[in-house]
C-alpha cells in the first residue's frame, strides 16, 4: 500500500501577521487590525509623550491641533514605513534589536573588528621606512 500524503508548507501560514477586528461581544472594528502595527504606533506615540511633550505642546500653542497632528501623524508614519522594511528575513521586533545591540556594542565605542576580533585602534599614521 502506499501512502500518498499531501505535503504542506506553513512558512506562510507562520509568517503572517496576527490580526483582529472583534474587541469584545458588542463592539466590532471594521477593518481589521494588524497587531504589531498597533503596538508600533502605541510605543512611537508613548516615547513622544515621555520624551518630546514640551517641543511638541509648543507647536501646538503656535498651529492650532498641531500636536494632535504630531502625535497621531508620526507614529503613523513611523508604522507605515517599518511595514515597508525588508529586515534581513527577520521580524521587525528581531530586527530592530540586533540594530539596537550593533550601535551599542559596535558603531558607538567605535570598534573594529578583524577576523571576529576586536583590534587596538592606532589613531597615528603608520609609516614604513625603506630597507637597503
Known amino acids: 500500500m ?11 501560514v507562520f509568517e503572517e501577521k496576527i490580526k483582529f477586528k472583534q474587541l469584545t461581544k458588542y463592539f466590532v472594528l471594521p477593518e481589521f487590525v494588524v497587531l504589531a502595527d498597533l503596538v508600533t504606533f502605541v510605543i ?4 513622544l509623550a515621555l520624551f518630546l511633550r514640551k517641543p511638541i505642546s509648543w507647536i501646538g500653542g503656535i498651529v ?3 500636536s494632535w497632528l504630531i ?3 508620526v507614529p503613523y508614519l513611523v508604522t507605515v514605513n517599518l511595514g515597508k ?3 534581513d528575513g527577520k521580524k521587525v521586533h528581531q530586527y530592530l534589536f ?3 545591540l550593533f ?15 576586536v583590534v587596538e585602534v592606532v589613531e597615528e599614521p603608520v609609516v614604513y621606512e625603506k630597507i637597503e
Do not use: T
Not at 44 to 47: D, E, G, N, P, Q
Not at 103 to 117: A, E, F, G, L, S
Open 2 to 12: 502506499s501512502r500518498n500524503r499531501e505535503r504542506f508548507n506553513y512558512k506562510e
Open 44 to 47: 512611537v506615540a508613548f516615547l
Open 85 to 87: 522594511l525588508i529586515p
Open 64 to 66: 492650532p491641533g498641531g
Open 71 to 73: 502625535y497621531l501623524g
Open 103 to 117: 550601535y551599542v556594542n559596535v558603531v558607538i565605542p567605535k570598534r573594529k573588528y578583524c577576523q571576529d576580533r
Open 98 to 100: 540586533d540594530l539596537v
